[in-house]
């Protein structure tokens, strides 16, 4: 069995700060891309941001320059720093996966996300 957990979510007033965390576990072989998205309610889920094994990022463009994602390869971890939120941002953020597993079997796995919710 392989898994995602996030944790980190929570309420804050715009302008504030949060930062997620996703915790891959099981038997993995060998993580791949690590991302986070998000769907805000009625909308379809958005890429916010996505991490290679060696570190190269894309972001979406609206959060660019507020968002960093990074991750621990020893730690199979991929974080998210949020900063300058607005009421916008509100939504469940999903972290995302793409890796092989010790049978090597490539896979691609979401976590059950993690509500993050912003005050104007």
């Known amino acids: 069995q392989v898994q995602l957990v996030e944790s980190g979510g929570g309420l804050v007033q715009a302008g504030g700060s949060l930062s997620l965390t996703c915790a891959a576990s099981?038997?993995?072989?060998?993580?791949?891309?690590m991302g986070w998205f998000r769907q805000a309610p009625g909308q379809q889920r958005d890429l916010v941001a996505v991490i290679t094994r060696g570190g190269s990022t894309n972001y979406a463009d609206s959060v660019k320059g507020r968002f960093t994602i990074s991750r621990d390869n020893a730690k199979d971890t991929v974080y998210l720093q949020m900063n300058g939120l607005k009421p916008e941002d509100a939504a469940v953020f999903y972290c995302n996966a793409k890796l092989i597993t010790t049978s090597l079997r490539r896979l691609e796995l979401w976590g059950r996300g993690t509500l993050v919710s912003v005050s104007s």
């Open positions: 099981g038997s993995i072989f060998r993580l791949d891309d």
